[in-house]
Nanobody
Framework: QLQASGGGLVQAGGSLRPSCAAS????????MGWFRQAPGKAREFVAS????????YYANSIKGRFTISRDNAKNTVYLQINSLKPEDTAVYYC?????????????????WGQGTQVTVSS
């Protein structure tokens, strides 16, 4: 089970760090990813991270502003978002994949959190 939190309302240029806590003892075996869905738009890939945390993969549209990380001791994955823009407004979802490679395809992810709302005002 995945529980996302840490979203909120922030002004453009600000920062947020959503997190996603996983239950169970197998968290470290999963590739973790973040996706987002803006109103009226399809869900899109944001970032993913390997089970060890040593490798990460980002969507081109957000490179440089977003950083994904994980703490396997706490069963938690984070998404640091800096220099927020109004177009970053979306529900952010975390997801877990048992695949051995990082993926930007939502079909590769088996488990999904409920999402956390990020709203950026201009």
């Amino acid at each position: 089970q995945l529980q996302a939190s840490g979203g909120g309302l922030v002004q453009a240029g600000g920062s947020l760090r959503p997190s996603c806590a996983a239950s169970g003892s197998t968290f470290r075996r999963y590739v973790m990813g973040w996706f987002r869905q803006a109103p009226g738009k399809a869900r899109e890939f944001v970032a993913s991270i390997s089970w060890s945390g040593g490798t990460s993969y980002y969507a081109n549209s957000i490179k440089g502003r977003f950083t994904i990380s994980r703490d396997n001791a706490k069963n938690t994955v984070y998404l640091q978002i800096n220099s927020l823009k109004p177009e970053d407004t979306a529900v952010y979802y975390c997801a877990a994949s048992s695949s051995t490679y990082l993926s930007g395809s939502s079909s590769q992810y088996t488990y999904w959190g409920q999402g956390t709302q990020v709203t950026v005002s201009s």
